[in-house]
């Protein structure tokens, strides 16, 4: 890994190209992983957004993408995510660490 880039795991809206081409100002290709021991909710942040939390079970895990991108396209990302969420260093499946966004814990999530 070049040491000017940063792995991010993502599991929603920046899997699509399109979202990813408003962000980055280019599509970026992700490789395959998953985040063990998590679990996605849909709709979950603001009544509309996905997030990620723990799995009690240990047994779930969330499908995704892990990126590489640089610190400017973590702030691109940083910025689009807003305080509804934050990062936060994760282990993915591949033994890889990366950044994911996670809810803030101060928004008002729906079940």
Do not use: N
């Not at 993502?10 to 190209?17: K, R, S």
């Not at 689009?80 to 591949?94: D, P």
């Amino acid at each position: 890994m070049d040491p000017g880039t940063h792995p991010l795991f993502v599991y929603g809206t920046l899997l699509d190209p399109q979202v990813q081409q408003l962000v980055f100002g280019r599509q970026i290709q992700g490789r395959p992983d998953r985040l063990p021991g998590f679990e996605k909710r849909e709709r979950s942040v603001a009544g509309r957004y996905p997030e990620v939390c723990p799995d009690v079970s240990g047994r779930a895990f969330v499908e995704g993408q892990c990126l590489e991108v640089d610190a400017s396209d973590l702030h691109r990302a940083d910025a689009y995510e807003t305080t509804l969420y934050y990062r936060e260093v994760v282990r993915l499946a591949s033994g890889k660490q990366a950044w994911v966004y996670r809810a803030a814990p101060t928004q008002t999530k729906t079940a």
